[in-house]
């Protein structure tokens, strides 16, 4: 199970940290983990994603100097450092989790089809 929390309504350019606490039989070492967003009418949308390993990062555009994705194995946690928030990036932010521990590229953890689990969410609101 995922559970995401650190949402809030925050002011543009300030800075929030998400974290999504992992529980279950496997530890989150063994997942690829992906944060996705998604605005109300609008399609989920890839942010960030890192390979199992961990040897690997992707941002989608938008997010590349602004955010930045971290694990701490040790407590099964994934955070998404987010900084100058802007209101474009208002959604619902979820974690996401791909058993998968085959290194790929960035494409594929983009899609967020290739994700088996996924938590509840947590909104983010950026005031202008």
């Known amino acids: 199970q995922l559970a995401e929390s650190g949402g809030g309504l925050v002011q543009a350019g300030d800075s929030l940290k998400l974290s999504c606490a992992a529980s279950?039989?496997?530890?989150?070492?063994?997942?690829?983990m992906g944060w996705f967003r998604q605005a109300p009418g609008k399609e989920r949308e890839f942010v960030a994603a890192q390979t199992w390993s961990g040897g690997n990062t992707y941002y989608t555009d938008s997010a590349q100097g602004r955010f930045t994705l971290a694990r701490d194995n040790a407590k099964d946690t994934l955070y998404l450092q987010m900084s100058s928030l802007k209101p474009e990036d208002t959604a619902r932010y979820y974690c996401a989790a791909d058993p998968s521990i085959i290194e790929r590229g960035g494409t594929y953890y983009s899609d967020y089809r290739y994700y088996v689990y996924w938590g509840q969410g947590t909104q983010v609101t950026v005031s202008s």
């Open positions: 279950g039989p496997r530890s989150l070492s063994n997942f690829a």
